[in-house]
Every structure is written in structure tokens, then in C-alpha cells.
């Protein structure tokens, strides 16, 4: 306390200086317009730099709440689909059912992960997302962007995973296209990303520009009915029966961030039939 006292007898005029040194300078930026916009300017250019490192900082942790909640929001609507559902609409199976599970048995759960790593200009392209064996992922699981079809989980360790893309000459995806409802197989032969085939549609079938590539649901990684893209060329092939058609793939790989994770419930017991049927 004797120190505080001594230091401001010490400078006891310098410290009243600048009082009233800083009350003059307000009473010139109240009462002259000019010198308060001088200020004003001044002032701008010091703490604008600041403002704008600030309101970035404060927009990334708003937005990545957002978009936190956003994922959530979609992985709650993905869930409630349909398609996520076995036996769905079964008459038989409902009459003894209660009224709010009526028809449902769930097949499907969903989960999201982030994209960390991802190659678009390849031959074979990959992506690398942040979730792995501790989280639950496991191999042949289906990988969806927020706008469709994206890949299938091939390999995972115990903190990471790696999806086969569907910008992978190795991805087959079983498809329909509406509305004709024809089953082919969707295939990437280009090297545009975001451009993809269709095969196995004969020629005789009515396709036209503007029609809708869906998953057939015919695979057990997929459900049914995620988008996979929108016809945009169509031609006859000279050298077999079946048609070329060109696809716009619904999911943006070159702006690709988080993915959902689709699981199968019954994915042990469908393998355990498929082995059998093979043994055979």
C-alpha cells in the first residue's frame, strides 16, 4: 500500500496529464465532426484487423456447432426412412403387432464419421474417414455423403477407416432407375468426378435425360431408394444390347466432409446364409 502511494506522488502530474489529456481528446471527438471521424478512421484501422481474426474465430466454433447439429439432425432423419425398416407394410406380421411399431423391425442403424483424407484424380480413389474398430465401423459398410451414395467401408483399423469410393473402378453398386424401375449396376468409368455409368440396361428400354439413379436395395449394404445421381446422356452401344448411359453422381467428392455410416442389423445372420448357399 505504501509502494501504490509513493508511485503516485512519484507521478502524481504526469498521471493527472494524461487524465486530462484524455478528456480533452473526448471532448474534441464529441463536438467536431471532423475529428471524429479522423478517430473514428483511426481507430477502424487499428481494431479491424482484430475484429475480423475475432468474428472468424467466433464463426468457426458457431459453425462448426451447426453443423454438428445439422449431422445429428439428418442421421435422426435417415433413421426414421423407410427403407431403414424390414418388412415394412407387412399386413401379416401387423396384426398382432402394437400400433406405434406397426410394421417395423429395424434393419438398418446410422452413424457419421469425418472425411480426414481424400483422392478424387486417381485410378483408384479412396477416402480415409476418422472412425474404425472402437467405434463400431466394420467392413462393407455403406458410406453416404449428405446428397447420396458415396462408397463402402473395405478396411478398418482400430481408430480409422477406409471407403472405397465410389470413384473406384473396383465399386459395383446395384441401382434402379426410375421410372422405368430397371435394375442395372452403376459403375465409374470416367475420369470426370462427377460423372458415372449405368449398365446392364437393355436397349429397348425407354431412358430419357432428367431420370432418377436410386439403389435398388437388391445388396444388403445399401438400402433402397438413396440417390445415386441423374441421367444426363444416353446412347445405343454399337458392339452389345445394352444401352450407355451417363449419370451426374448427387455426391460433390471434391467437397466431401463428413459421411453417414449405414450398418446392416442382420448382416451376421444374411452372411452366415451366403456362406452356406456356397458350401453347397
Do not use: C
Not at 39 to 61: H, N, V, W
Not at 174 to 199: F, L, R, Y
Amino acid at each position: 500500500m505504501n509502494s501504490l502511494r509513493e508511485l503516485i506522488k512519484r507521478y502524481f502530474h504526469l498521471i493527472i496529464f494524461l487524465i486530462l489529456q484524455i478528456f480533452a481528446m473526448f471532448l474534441i471527438y464529441q463536438n467536431n465532426n471532423y475529428q471524429h471521424f479522423a478517430i473514428s478512421t483511426a481507430m477502424q484501422e487499428i481494431t479491424g484487423p482484430i475484429q475480423k481474426i475475432a468474428d472468424l474465430f467466433y464463426r468457426q466454433i458457431h459453425f462448426q456447432s451447426e453443423n454438428t447439429y445439422l449431422t445429428q439432425q439428418n442421421i435422426e432423419l435417415l433413421r426414421e426412412k423407410e427403407t431403414m425398416f424390414l418388412f415394412y407394410g407387412d399386413t401379416v406380421s401387423s396384426v398382432y403387432a402394437d400400433e406405434d411399431t406397426k410394421n417395423k423391425r429395424r434393419m438398418y442403424d446410422i452413424s457419421s464419421a469425418h472425411v480426414v483424407f481424400n483422392t478424387i484424380n486417381k485410378t483408384h480413389n479412396y477416402l480415409i474417414i476418422n472412425k474404425g474398430k472402437r467405434d463400431g465401423v466394420m467392413p462393407d459398410m455403406a458410406a453416404l455423403s449428405p446428397n447420396g451414395v458415396a462408397g463402402v467401408v473395405s478396411e478398418v483399423s482400430e481408430n480409422f477407416s477406409t471407403v472405397l469410393s465410389l470413384l473406384n473402378p473396383y465399386s459395383r453398386v446395384s441401382a434402379k432407375i426410375i421410372p422405368i424401375n430397371q435394375i442395372g449396376t452403376v459403375v465409374w468409368a470416367e475420369d470426370d468426378p462427377t460423372i458415372a455409368q449405368v449398365i446392364d440396361i437393355p436397349q429397348h428400354l425407354m431412358v430419357a435425360v432428367g431420370d432418377t439413379v436410386l439403389t435398388s436395395g437388391h445388396s444388403y449394404v445399401f438400402p433402397k431408394d438413396i440417390l445415386i445421381g441423374t441421367v444426363i446422356e444416353k446412347y445405343d452401344n454399337p458392339h452389345n444390347t445394352f444401352l450407355t448411359i451417363k449419370i451426374r453422381l448427387a455426391t460433390d467428392f471434391r467437397n466431401l466432409h463428413t459421411v453417414y455410416l449405414i450398418s446392416n442389423l442382420y448382416k451376421s445372420e444374411l452372411d452366415s446364409l451366403k456362406s452356406n448357399f456356397k458350401n453347397e
